[in-house]
């Protein structure tokens, strides 16, 4: 099992920044991705950023620019630094990860979910 707790989350105002931290723990050997969901009220989870551990980035177009998906080796640790914030970022952020030891086609383990609100 593999143990995910998102931090960082909060309010800001439009144009502002917020970083977001995923600690990784329990049985972290097998994780070689970890991406970054949100979801809105009333809307479906969407991707908005993944990582592997070669160093491979994708982002969502909507965060193309302004979203820098990072991670820590040394702290299983993953972390979305996000700039110029839109009101339309608002929602819980979850972080999750990929583990070959699970099922390496599929997002394995999910943390709880942090709020993220941006007032206009």
């Known amino acids: 099992q593999v143990q995910l707790v998102e931090n960082g989350g909060g309010l800001v105002q439009a144009g502002g920044s917020l970083r977001l931290s995923c600690v990784a723990s329990g049985r972290t050997v097998g994780i070689y991705a970890m991406g970054w969901f949100r979801q809105a009220p009333g809307k479906e989870r969407e991707f908005v950023a993944s990582i592997g551990w070669t160093g491979n980035t994708a982002y969502a177009d909507s965060v193309k620019g302004r979203f820098t998906i990072s991670r820590d080796g040394a702290k299983n640790t993953g972390y979305l630094q996000m700039n110029n914030l839109k009101p339309e970022d608002t929602a819980v952020y979850y972080c999750?990860?990929?583990?070959?030891?699970?099922?390496?086609?599929?997002?394995?383990?999910w943390g709880q979910g942090t709020q993220v609100t941006v007032s206009s």
């Open positions: 999750a990860v990929k583990s070959v030891v699970v099922n390496p086609n599929q997002w394995n383990y």
